[in-house]
């Protein structure tokens, strides 16, 4: 049984890694666009920010296991299958690419905007801006954003379990529900557990680090 709960751990730690590298870049990427795009920002695209922020509130209202089900196609155009750990990264990362992107914006928002006035007042070009003065200031919150994204991805990694995504979700539905092995499913509670409980101290020990503040 030990071999089922390491192989269902290799799963999830996959899963998980591979969709949070997704979000990471394409939400970071989507949150400076936003931030450059606001009124007021660097670059203001009034058009482009409204269409952008209606599509991200649009994902993040959707509950993921719907959002799993009608992504169906898309992931088996993607991945060529709608079953297994790989084809569980898609719906994954549809599903928290909005949320990183909320958050980070919100972390990048709360820059000083004197920083950036004066910045630009040097002569500074935006990408410039964005690399020296936005991200490293905002990099404390970026890390707390990372870290609650990282905690929402395991457990909707679980949820993909449900559907044959495999991972530590999987092993609980089969083992725990379906055949009543309650065991297996206190088990995988506890190891969810553990792992968020990592994730967090992680997260929190790494923004302090990068908090300049402190």
């Known amino acids: 049984m030990l071999e089922k709960y390491l192989r269902a751990l290799g799963e999830t730690l996959l899963m998980v890694s591979s969709a949070c590298l997704v979000v ?7 949150a400076i666009v936003l931030t450059l795009t606001a009124p007021g920002g660097l670059r203001p695209r009034p058009r482009l920010h409204r269409t952008l922020s ?9 509950p993921f296991i719907i959002l799993l089900v009608a992504m169906l196609p898309v992931t088996r155009l993607i991945v060529g299958t709608t079953m297994g750990t790989w084809a569980a990264v898609v719906p994954l990362s549809a599903h928290l690419i909005p949320f990183f992107a909320r958050v980070s914006q919100v972390g990048l928002n709360e820059v000083d905007h004197g920083l950036v006035e004066a910045a630009r007042a040097m002569g500074c070009r935006r990408w410039h801006i964005v690399r020296h003065v936005l991200l490293p200031e905002a990099l404390p919150a970026l ?31 089969r083992y725990g529900y379906e055949r009543y ?10 190891i969810l557990i553990v792992l968020v409980t990592l994730v967090q101290l992680g997260g929190e020990r790494l923004a302090r680090r990068f908090d300049h503040r402190l």
Request: aromatic content about 6%; charged content about 5%.
């Open 24 to 30: 990471f870049v394409v939400g970071l990427t989507l």
């Open 54 to 62: 209606v599509l991200v509130n649009t994902f993040r209202s959707i």
């Open 143 to 173: 890390v707390g954003g990372a870290t609650v994204t990282v905690i929402a991805m395991i457990g909707a990694s679980a949820m993909a379990g449900a559907v044959g995504a495999g991972g530590l979700g999987d092993l609980a539905i």
């Open 181 to 190: 092995e309650t065991a297996v499913m206190f088990n995988v509670i506890a």
